[in-house]
């Protein structure tokens, strides 16, 4: 069975820096492009970032290109989003979740959330 669980949320200073970390528990997190999307209550979730499969791929939306970094460890079974210069906007929780299109960008960018199993989220909260 294929579990995810995020860590690392928080309350952060606009400015502020924090590091989500995506971990997997049944299988190998290696296996699978991992995405990351966020949830802000009665909006639409957004996808906010993907790494393929063999990490050779990487998606970023436009509201977080050049301030979040995704990588990942398959030696550690993890994920990482690594998130700078966070602002109020960045308030969600975040999912991690798997990829079923290995991270193609054209997906994403028609708003098509192709997402299979997700985590439970943690909450990241910018304060102004």
């Known amino acids: 069975q294929v579990q995810l669980a995020e860590s690392g949320g928080g309350l952060v200073q606009r400015g502020g820096s924090l590091t989500l970390a995506c971990t997997g528990s049944g299988f190998k997190l290696g296996d699978y492009a991992i995405a990351w999307f966020r949830q802000v209550p009665e909006k639409k979730r957004e996808a906010v970032s993907c790494?393929?499969?063999?990490?050779?791929?990487?998606f970023y939306a436009d509201s977080v290109k050049g301030r979040f970094t995704i990588s990942r460890d398959n030696a550690k079974n993890a994920v990482s989003l690594h998130m700078n210069d966070l602002n109020p906007e960045d308030t969600a929780v975040y999912h991690c979740?798997?990829?079923?299109?290995?991270?193609?960008?054209?997906?994403?960018?028609?708003?098509?959330?192709?997402?299979?199993?997700w985590g439970q989220g943690t909450q990241v909260t910018v304060s102004s």
């Open positions: 979740a798997t990829d079923v299109v290995d991270c193609k960008e054209s997906y994403y960018r028609s708003g098509l959330e192709p997402f299979g199993s």
């Open positions: 790494i393929s499969e063999s990490g050779s791929r990487i």
